[in-house]
């Protein structure tokens, strides 16, 4: 498997979401089989069938979570000597030059963006058109819409 770049904050939701998985939610589940089975009959006993496909759900996003840890590649963007380079785990402040709207994107790995966080994934169109560029310099996205143009304003290495 290959590596899956994170940010260390990235990595950091991961480790409290698995935590919150094996010691909150796990035992929970546990202990709803637990009263569906002692209610009897199993065969119609819905309550039963739900702790069972809400166990299924969380053994697979352990598994899931598990291994994106052991196989993450912790980035640290304020340790990133960029030169002042758009790169992975950068925060980029972007202009749209036709509505002149500002937005403010940090770069991360596929598996920790958050749009409604500002958090793009380095796969993105976006990011991929703003990696190597400079404060200062015009970049151009295939949007569904057709092609943007956006101005970085500013980029940091939080």
Do not use: C, W
Not at 72 to 84: E, K, R
């Amino acid at each position: 498997m290959a590596t899956i770049p994170l940010t260390v904050r990235g990595a950091e939701r991961l480790q409290a979401e698995l935590h919150r998985l094996k010691h909150v939610e796990r035992p929970s589940v546990i202990n709803a089989i637990a009263e569906a089975r002692a209610q009897g009959d199993l065969s119609e006993n819905a309550e039963y069938d739900a702790a069972r496909e809400r166990q299924g759900f969380i053994e697979g996003r352990i598994s899931e979570l598990d291994g994106t840890l052991s196989n993450a590649q912790l980035i640290d963007p304020s340790t990133i000597d960029a030169d002042g380079r758009v790169v992975f785990g950068a925060t980029v402040e972007i202009e749209d030059l036709e509505s002149g709207d500002k937005v403010t994107y940090q770069i991360v790995g596929d598996v920790e963006a958050d749009i409604r966080a500002n958090l793009i994934s380095v796969s993105s169109p976006v990011a991929r058109a703003l990696i190597g560029k400079y404060e200062g310099d015009v970049v151009q996205v295939q949007a569904p819409s057709g092609i943007r143009e956006f101005e970085i304003v500013s980029i940091k290495y939080l």
